[in-house]
């Protein structure tokens, strides 16, 4: 499980993140909501170590690794989609998708495991096309799919139907509820499309101004007014 216990950060003199304090679970999407400015891409970016945090812990399966170095986080089981994809545009869809097996031994990471490939066949079928020929949907999914590969317990993605066409989003949505559904993986989703977080969160969190302040089961969201609070 993931705890995240008042968390603090600042940036050229502002304070981003006032204690952000949340927990997301195995088995469990959660669903982070806010505006533009809100501060969730910095959380994300503390939690896996990018940005330090000036202040509170980062718990996970039940040690502190709020010193840790990113590199360390994804070899305890972390594994994170930013915004912009960044997959690597030069190389093939499967050395792509092999690079994100990289903390395991030589004999373990020689192979695509096959349930990428099943929760995303677009990628068997493209995997021998340079990453920068996809379109920005098959980018995404191959995003994800690299996280995937290093069979991580906790996935982070950022914004993930961003600049991508409905069929793909929809596709997306269903990835994410199968792997939800396996029991073993906390998914913690950062969203501004509201009817797709609304269609996927087991928990909801709602940030605004560097803090959580709203939060509840993702079947409430409607009836606690969440759209209001998060829609331009």
């Known amino acids: 499980m993931l705890e995240i216990q008042e968390l603090h950060q600042y940036y050229s003199g502002s304070h981003i993140l006032r204690g952000v304090s949340f927990t997301a679970k195995p088995g469990e999407i959660t669903c982070l909501l806010g505006r533009n400015g809100a501060g969730k891409t910095t959380l994300l970016k503390c939690l896996m170590g990018l940005i330090p945090a000036r202040s509170g812990t980062v718990n996970w399966q039940n ?23 960044e997959i690597f545009p030069r190389l093939t869809v499967e050395e792509n998708l092999l690079l994100g097996m990289s903390r395991f031994s030589a004999r373990d990471s020689g192979k695509v495991p096959e349930d990428i490939y099943q929760l995303f066949p677009v990628l068997r079928e493209m995997k021998q096309r340079r990453g920068g020929d ?26 993930p139907t961003e600049g991508i066409q409905p069929s793909v989003i929809k596709e997306i949505g ?29 928990q909801y969190l709602v940030m605004s101004r560097g ?22």
């Open 134 to 159: 996809l379109s920005g949907g098959q980018q995404q999914q191959l995003a994800i799919g690299r996280a995937l590969a290093s069979r991580p317990q906790l996935l982070i993605l950022d914004e």
């Open 63 to 85: 040690a502190n690794i709020t010193q840790r170095k990113p590199h360390q986080r994804v070899q305890a089981g972390m594994a994170y989609v930013p915004q912009g994809r």
């Open 211 to 232: 803090t959580i302040v709203q939060q509840g089961r993702g079947e409430n969201m409607e009836s606690d007014g969440v759209r209001g609070m998060v829609t331009i």
């Open 174 to 202: 269903e990835v994410i509820r199968e792997l939800a559904r396996r029991g073993d993986m906390a998914i913690l989703l950062v969203e501004q499309f509201y009817d797709f977080a609304a269609g996927l969160a087991d």
